[in-house]
């Protein structure tokens, strides 16, 4: 029996479970490529996603998924949001009958628009009480160097949410706990999206004041679009949301905003994704986004520009904060 599996070693996954290991958890990693897990266990490295990191003695890694789950009490899910519906299909049925399972994902999903929790409902057939979602300014590379850090977990059980915090944390690391899955899941989501924006506005060269316009706006943005969906409004100004917009806007760590400084650097998006090495689920969350907010009536102006400019439809230097055709002023 081991405390924590975590399914994912890419660079939040393998950051995730050092910090597990850190605060005492026994751990084990899942890697799909056996090279990766071979690396992990042998060198204590995961060169490709963590560069110079050490990773702890104590934390074990294995390419066989069926293995990692079938002992573990809590299970740790850090694929694309993409993949995941496939990987709990083919290996869901490995998971134990009493484990949390925990998303650290931070997507929706393209075809069906739905958050991973709900992903994670469908497939494994749990109840939501026994799901929860990490999220929060959780720039994996300075987590991994050990920079003192908080992110929250939410579940609709604060029992769980509670286990779940209580397991994920360490020296460098400290958990918060709320019941708000659905604000702070889409607070992780929509924070990407506004990253692009800033890393558009970036790559074009505007300065601070754009930035800090767009910030503000794409908060305000982000919680009308939450809170229309169900989330309390002050998840949004919590970790969760203010928090996370803070970390992943000011990072060249962020690979949402990466991608969207070559946006505005003027590559397409299929030039854009092609040059990215780790996954920026901004890109595949755009349109989903877009979708619902439709559906709820929800107006996203900035959101609207950065579709309009991974299409080709907008010069990156027309992306402001404001839509450019509003004629009357509005309320801020
Ligand atoms: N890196 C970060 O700073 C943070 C990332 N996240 C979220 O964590 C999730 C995972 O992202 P990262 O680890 O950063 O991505 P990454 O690009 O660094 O790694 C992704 C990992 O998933 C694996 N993978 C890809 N397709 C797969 C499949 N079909 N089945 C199984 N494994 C597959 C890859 O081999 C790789 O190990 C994303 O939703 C991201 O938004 C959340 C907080 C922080
Ligand atoms: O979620 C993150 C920080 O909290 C990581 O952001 P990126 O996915 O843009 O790198």
């Known amino acids: 029996m081991v405390d924590a599996a975590v399914l994912g070693a890419g660079s939040w996954g393998t950051t995730f479970a050092k910090a597990l290991a850190d605060g005492g958890a026994e751990t084990v990693l899942w890697a799909r490529r056996p090279e990766a897990a071979r690396e992990i266990d042998e060198s204590r490295r995961n060169t490709r996603y963590l560069p110079g990191i050490t990773l702890p003695a104590s934390l074990h890694a294995t390419s066989d998924v069926r293995e990692a789950l079938a002992d573990a009490s809590q299970v740790y899910l850090a694929v694309p949001s993409q993949q995941l519906r496939q990987l709990l299909r083919e290996h869901g049925g490995a998971?134990?009958?009493?484990?949390?399972?925990?998303?650290?994902?931070?997507?929706?999903?393209?075809?069906?628009?739905?958050?991973?929790?709900?992903?994670?409902?469908?497939?494994?057939?749990?109840?939501?009480?026994?799901?929860?979602?990490?999220?929060?300014?959780?720039?994996?590379?300075?987590?991994?160097?050990?920079?003192?850090?908080?992110?929250?977990?939410?579940?609709?059980?604060?029992?769980?949410?509670?286990?779940?915090?209580?397991?994920?944390?360490?020296?460098?690391?400290?958990?918060?706990?709320?019941?708000?899955?659905?604000?702070?899941?889409?607070?992780?989501?929509?924070?990407?999206?506004?990253?692009?924006?800033?890393?558009?506005?970036?790559?074009?060269?505007?300065?601070?004041?754009?930035?800090?316009?767009?910030?503000?706006r794409g908060l305000a943005e982000v919680t009308d679009f939450a809170v229309a969906h169900g989330a309390e409004p002050q998840t949004m100004s919590g970790l969760a949301g203010l928090g996370d917009l803070i970390a992943t806007c000011g990072s060249p760590l962020s690979r949402n905003f990466t991608a969207g400084r070559l946006l505005g650097m003027g590559y397409s998006r299929t030039d854009v994704i092609a040059r990215m090495e780790q996954v920026a689920e901004g890109l595949a969350s755009v349109d989903p986004v877009a979708q619902l907010a439709a559906a709820k009536g929800v107006r996203m102006p900035i959101l609207e520009q950065v579709r309009l400019v991974l299409d080709g439809a907008m010069d990156p230097r027309d992306i402001a904060p404001h839509l450019t055709t509003d004629d009357e002023p509005i309320e801020e």
């Open 95 to 216: 998971v134990r009958d009493d484990a949390p399972v925990v998303s650290l994902m931070k997507g929706v999903e393209a075809g069906t628009r739905l958050r991973m929790s709900e992903v994670i409902a469908e497939e494994l057939q749990i109840d939501a009480g026994r799901i929860a979602v990490v999220s929060g300014p959780n720039l994996a590379l300075e987590i991994a160097q050990e920079h003192p850090t908080a992110a929250v977990v939410a579940s609709s059980s604060p029992m769980t949410a509670r286990e779940v915090a209580k397991r994920a944390r360490n020296d460098y690391f400290h958990s918060f706990i709320n019941t708000d899955v659905i604000g702070t899941e889409f607070g992780g989501v929509l924070k990407n999206l506004v990253a692009l924006a800033i890393g558009i506005v970036d790559g074009v060269g505007y300065g601070e004041n754009t930035k800090a316009s767009i910030i503000t």
